[in-house]
């Protein structure tokens, strides 16, 4: 099974409106972490957003927020007002196991994300 | 510049060639990893280092790849004998073992193109 699933290969957003970015993820340890990274067509991936299975509120970045749902292993990204500059792949990331110890990890095949004028 | 770097940023190789790309982490962080990523995909985990210890090595890298971290700060990637299926994208990435969930910040990435 895919440790990470993005079901939307690619997205349209008009500008200023917002849009949100599917991630399930399989694991069965209880300690996890998911994060979010953008990648433009440069090739840098850049840091978003982290959740941490435990945090009980959801992670929020300035435009970014993260809708974690443990229940139905779910970490969607929400980004609020698009900008051009938004145009870009996105990849959501598990690592599994707890932050100190064993470090592995896993990305989605990403969404590219085209914000319109 | 604080952050990840990478050198050389790309790299026209003919085919049976070695390469080598290095990487320099974040100054205090004492992971580092290494990351291949193709076209249309997400990147694919080759190994990490604890310091200077190589911890994990994916199935992915194979007896022709190679990535030492001698002094547990910058780290180097070869890959010999190159073939044209080794074209990709080499992403480092560096992380703080327990601060932040362990995030990782990577490189811009060193592009290979095996000719």
Partial sequence: AQKITQTQPGMFVQEKEAVTLDCTYDTSDQSYGLFWYKQPSSGEMIFLIYQGSYDEQNATEGRYSLNFQKARKSANLVISASQLGDSAMYFCAMREGDSGGYQKVTFGTGTKLQVIP | ?115
Avoid at chain 2, 34 to 59: D, I, M, V
Avoid at chain 2, 98 to 111: K, R
């Fill in chain 2, 1 to 115: 510049d604080t952050g990840v770097s990478q050198d050389p940023r790309h790299k026209i190789t003919k085919r049976g060639q070695n390469v080598t790309f290095r990487c320099d982490p974040i100054s205090e962080h004492n992971r580092l990893y290494w990351y291949r990523q193709t076209l249309g995909q997400g990147p694919e985990f080759l190994t990490y280092f604890q310091n200077e210890a190589q911890l994990e090595k994916s199935r992915l890298l194979s007896d022709r790849f190679s990535a030492e971290r001698p002094k547990g700060s910058f780290s180097t990637l070869e890959i010999q004998r190159t073939e044209q299926g080794d074209s990709a994208m080499y992403l480092c990435a560096s992380s703080l073992a327990g601060a932040s969930g362990n995030t990782i910040y990577f490189g811009e990435g060193s592009w290979l193109t095996v000719v």
